[in-house]
């Protein structure tokens, strides 16, 4: 096979990276991709989102899979426009990708299908989403409806902060048409597990999960960003072979099912953001895609071989195909440029990662070559993922990996999966 992946993060770095120990893959193209995809892959310079350059590129250089990382392209409909042009691609179809690019879509197909979710209203007009908000107790969470480049929601601690996010939204149009709509949901409590599972139209395989660590600063202080940290598996109590029953049973079959019925089965890696609450698991979110941190810890635990399994998903044979996970623990580190996630520089050097030791990895997001140097250009710069027999031994090698690698300005958390 010839693959195309398509994005240019850590996490299309690590399905580059797996894709590359299959037997059955041939060649690998990366659009746009980024400095460590280049070694390991032909990188493409063509956006992930524009659509008809990348149709043209996998009919002009027999491409057989087309696997896409990030939402907005699956969002915009690129399966549909793949799989119309006669050329396979690995993702949920525009009517499937809903899920995750209309929040009131999930809310009403979990409602229609008793799944356990925050409880939630959805309101187009300013006046009656703020006199609603009125009424709700605090902590409240804020959402946009639509995508906004994971943006668009605030878990407000207190009225002025809600009403703040609501303006923002429907007022201000900070999200443009994505904020229009505006869910206000009740804020649940709890360890939230990123579970992730192929979703072939009608089979789910077994999961995996990890969990991620949204704020910028060690003990979950300082602003929200993309994520900067993850392992897998989580701890036992939060994740283990009950829940994941449970999980299966009360969420990943009926959604599943729930979207067959409304005309769109669900083809591609479902993500479902969950809390782990005293009631059981709830929906936080569902997402169309992997996630970024957690590909680059979850793909180092994939024994089976993942162009086998991404196949058989995008063909619905995913019941003959055998998808299995290692037990051994994964950590990954993220190193962030200076300032992120607000306002940072790039353009520096970045020293050290050939001294990173054969049991961590290193997967490139905002990096590119210069003059065959390799140099920071984004504000997520890499991850460093290792495995290890416990958590406690995959941070050690993940944090002596991350530490060998310097650039200006650099940093990164210090208490990942320091339980
Ligand atoms: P999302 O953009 O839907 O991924 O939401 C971003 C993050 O906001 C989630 O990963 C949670 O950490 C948090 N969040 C979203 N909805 C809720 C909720 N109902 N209760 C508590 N936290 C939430
Ligand atoms: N780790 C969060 C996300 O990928 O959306």
């Known amino acids: 096979m010839n693959v195309l992946v398509v994005g240019n993060g850590a996490r299309e770095h690590a399905i580059a990276w797996k894709l590359s120990q299959s037997p059955s893959v041939c060649h690998i193209y990366v659009a746009p991709g980024n400095a460590g995809t280049h070694f390991i892959a032909t990188n493409v310079p063509i956006g992930a989102e524009d659509i008809a350059a990348l149709i043209d590129f996998a009919s002009n250089n027999a491409i057989d899979l087309t696997v896409v990382g990030p939402e907005a392209p699956l969002a ?52 009656q989403a703020s006199a609603y908000l009125a009424t709700c107790s605090i902590p409240i969470v804020i959402k946009a409806d639509g995508l906004a480049a994971g943006k668009g929601v605030t878990v407000a601690q207190t009225r ?59 003990d979950d202080i300082g602003p929200n960003t993309g ?20 999980v299966r049973a009360s969420i990943m079959e009926p959604v599943t099912k729930g979207l067959i019925d409304i005309g769109c089965p669900y083809r591609g890696i479902l993500y479902l953001g969950m809390m782990h609450t005293e009631e059981g698991p709830k929906v936080v979110e569902f997402n169309c895609r992997l996630g970024d941190p957690e590909t680059q810890v979850i793909l180092p635990r994939l024994k089976s071989d993942l162009a086998e399994n991404l196949h058989a998903t995008a063909h619905g044979q995913l019941r003959d195909t055998q998808i299995e996970w290692d037990d051994r623990a994964c950590v990954g580190v993220v190193a962030a440029s200076g300032g992120y996630p607000a306002a940072y520089s790039t353009g520096y050097p970045i020293e050290g990662i050939t001294e990173i030791d054969y049991e961590a990895i290193v997967f490139h997001a905002g990096t590119k070559l210069q003059d065959d140097e390799i140099v920071t250009a984004g504000g997520r710069v890499l991850t460093v993922s290792a495995l290890g027999d416990t958590h406690e031994q995959a941070r050690v090698r993940a944090y002596d990996g991350i530490n060998r690698i310097t650039f200006k300005d650099g940093f990164h958390r210090t208490d990942i999966a320091k339980h």
């Open 227 to 246: 994520g900067m940290g993850s392992f897998s598996p989580p701890l036992p109590h939060h994740w283990n072979a009950d829940i994941e029953a449970l």
């Open 160 to 218: 002025e902060q809600a009403q703040d996010a609501i303006r923002e939204s429907m007022l201000d149009r900070a999200f443009g048409d994505a904020g229009d709509h505006v869910l206000i949901e009740e804020c649940l409590e709890g360890q939230e597990v990123s579970v992730f599972a192929f979703v072939d139209g009608e089979y789910v395989s077994p999961m995996v999960a990890a969990c991620d660590y949204k704020r910028v600063g060690d």
């Open 76 to 127: 915009a409909g690129i399966v549909d426009s793949f799989t119309a042009s006669g050329l396979p691609a690995f993702g949920p179809s525009q009517a499937a990708a809903r899920i995750e690019g209309s929040k009131s879509f999930a809310k009403t197909l979990m409602a229609d299908c008793s799944i356990p979710t925050a409880a939630s209203e959805t309101f187009t007009d300013f006046e």
